[in-house]
Every structure is written in C-alpha cells, then in structure tokens.
C-alpha cells in the first residue's frame, strides 16, 4: 500500500518509488515494462518500455500513463496535447451545466407609479436574462389587503411585460400579507409563456 516517507512524499509501499499526482508521459515513465494501449484502444501487450517509447515515436504520439497503480502500469499511445485540450473543453461545459439557477426577489407595492413599476420591470428583465428565476412579490399594507385583487392584476401585468424572457412557474398565491409569484427564464428554444389563472389561489393550498 501507498505510504508516507515522513518527507510529504507519498511512496509505494512495495517498490519505494514516489507516487506522483500528475500524469506521467514518455520518459517520466520509468519502470522496465509497461501494459501498451494502442492509440485506437487496442491492447498491445506487455512491453518493455524503451520498445513502448520506441512505438510511441514512430507514431508521432506521445506514451500516456493512465493507470499508474496497475502492475505492471498500463500506458497508453496518444495525442497528450490534444488530450488535455479537448479534457479541459469537457471540464468547463460540464462547470456551465452544473450551474445552479438563483431565485432572485424583487418586491413591489400594489398600488405602484408607473415609474418606479418601470424600473422594477426592469430589474426582473434583467434577472431573467442572467438565467435567474425571480420570485415576484406584492406587499400589501393596511386596507390594500383587502384588496387581493389589486396585486393578482399587478403580477398578471408583470408576467405579460417580461413573457418573452420567462415564463410563469409558479402562479399568483396569498402567503399572509403577501402575494407571490415565481417566473422562470425561458429555455431554448423559447416556451409559450404559462397563462396566469383567472384567480389568485387561496392561501395554503
């Protein structure tokens, strides 16, 4: 089994050779014999290794170590620059799709101005168009919370204005004094926005 020499070097409990984290190429590989991959995945053999470098040079590729614990190590003839590129390629398409979405929040007034609901409109396009979702709140205050009806037209406002950028996920609904609704940016290619519901649904359901 692997080992620490004390000296922060991790050994090979058997043969005393450091074991190194970074892949090892062509002359970096030094042990007697090696188990050869041809570059199309076809297996070569036991090979001593100045035979496997030989082959790797006739063929203007490059002797890959990728299996570095096997006995005896498998290699493998490859393009290594290549390999690297195209592996980094994968890496950072797979760091974009694991991106979680945010749910950013923007909160508005049932009764507001023109103004400023044109610049909260604003706001929740540009979240849209950064792949957030956006909760939509309406604060209601007083007497306005007997007025539900006001925010449920407000939201249904809202969702008609930003439809090209999202779509309604989840639809207008009563939390206390509050009213919520949660847009969602559109996928590609562009969905039909969901029609808001003709009434608001009752809190708790």
Do not use: W
């Not at 509050?178 to 559109?186: C, L, S, Y």
């Amino acid at each position: 089994m692997p080992k620490n020499d004390g000296a922060g070097n991790v050994v090979d409990g058997e043969r005393g050779d450091p074991i190194s984290t970074e892949t090892r190429i062509n002359d970096r590989i030094r042990v007697p014999e090696v188990r050869l991959v041809g570059p199309n995945g076809e297996q070569v053999g036991i090979v001593r290794i100045e035979d496997a470098l030989r082959l790797a040079q006739e063929a203007e590729l490059d002797l890959v170590e990728v299996a570095a614990q096997a006995r005896p190590p498998v290699c493998k003839l490859m393009d290594y620059g290549k390999f690297k590129y195209e592996s980094a390629q994968k890496a950072r398409e797979s760091r974009r799709n694991q991106q979680l979405t945010t749910i950013k929040e923007q909160k508005l007034r049932p009764k507001i101005d023109k103004h400023d609901y044109e610049t909260k409109r604003g706001h929740v396009r540009r979240f849209l168009e950064g792949g957030n979702k956006v909760k939509v709140t309406i604060m209601f205050r007083g007497r306005e919370q007997s007025r539900p009806e006001l925010g449920f037209r407000l939201l249904q406002r809202l969702a008609e204005d930003v439809s090209d950028l999202g779509v309604v996920e989840a639809t207008p609904k009563q939390d206390g004094r509050n009213m919520t609704m949660v847009i969602a940016p559109n996928k590609k290619p562009q969905a039909r926005p969901r029609p808001v519901a003709a009434n608001p649904e009752p809190a708790g359901a």
